[in-house]
């Protein structure tokens, strides 16, 4: 699996978009791109994944670059419950032990 | 409302004493596993589990043992727990081991071992 690299962290004002970026220039052409987050110590929570296509759900948006060496994850009116560890995980699509590697992901903290 | 459960939440034990971590999901999910996680050293997968009684070795197995004779839980057993295994611990599910699918994790459970 590819490796990513992430801003340790930050900080975005409430009501404004929170853009975090990663970068994971050694993906591969069948990896997707996965983001979760982690709000102090409870469970990671699933937010988006994506292939090459930009995708957007209820929480979030994934924008990924044309050749698919960075993305950018956008939460579009952060709240101070956006306040977490994002994790930006490169995988790819395969049966197996579905073993997501959570490196060390960026800390954003939204301020009022 | 779809879930995965731990218990308990706290445990604070000491070395040699068996103890289990009890996991259940109510999704009718496939797959389940466990992770620990550690500071400076993210989650590391313990243990997972493609089906009932299909079992396999994560990244860090050493010192744990699992089970899975029904679908919803997936217990996790320190048979005699040292320091080292001081840690949190999430037990996670997902629909099949299929890494497209998105993995739902319990709340965790903060062990201490003295």
């Known amino acids: 699996d590819a490796k990513t690299t992430q801003p340790p962290s930050m900080d975005c004002a409430e009501g404004r978009a929170a853009n975090l970026p990663c970068n994971h220039s050694?993906?591969?052409?069948?990896?997707?791109v996965y983001w979760y987050r982690q709000i102090h110590s409870q469970g990671p929570q699933y937010i988006i994944h994506?292939?090459?296509n930009n995708e957007t759900n209820e929480m979030a948006s994934l924008i990924i670059t044309e050749d698919r060496k960075s993305s950018t994850l956008i939460l579009p009116h952060a709240t101070l419950r956006d306040t977490a560890v994002y994790y930006c995980?490169?995988?790819?699509?395969?049966?197996?032990?579905?073993?997501?590697?959570f490196g060390t992901g960026t800390r954003l903290t939204v301020i009022p | 409302e779809a879930q995965v459960t731990q218990n308990p939440r706290y445990l604070i034990t000491v070395t040699g004493k068996k103890l289990t971590v009890t996991c259940s999901q109510n999704?009718?999910?496939?797959?389940m596993s466990w992770y620990r996680q550690d500071p400076g050293l993210g989650l590391r997968q313990i243990y997972y589990?493609?089906?009932?009684?299909?079992?396999d070795k994560g990244d860090v197995p050493e010192g744990y043992k699992v089970s899975r004779k029904e679908k919803r839980n997936f217990p996790l057993i320190l048979e005699s727990p040292s320091p080292n295994q001081t840690s949190l611990y999430f037990c996670?599910?997902?629909?099949?081991?299929?890494?497209?699918?998105?993995?739902?994790f319990g709340p965790g459970t903060r062990l201490t071992v003295l």
């Open positions: 996670a599910s997902s629909w099949d081991a299929s890494s497209y699918n998105e993995q739902f």
């Open positions: 050694t993906i591969s052409g069948n990896e997707y």
């Open positions: 994506g292939l090459k």
């Open positions: 995980i490169v995988r790819s699509y395969q049966t197996g032990a579905n073993n997501l590697f």
């Open positions: 999704m009718n999910h496939e797959y």
């Open positions: 589990s493609m089906n009932v009684e299909v079992t």
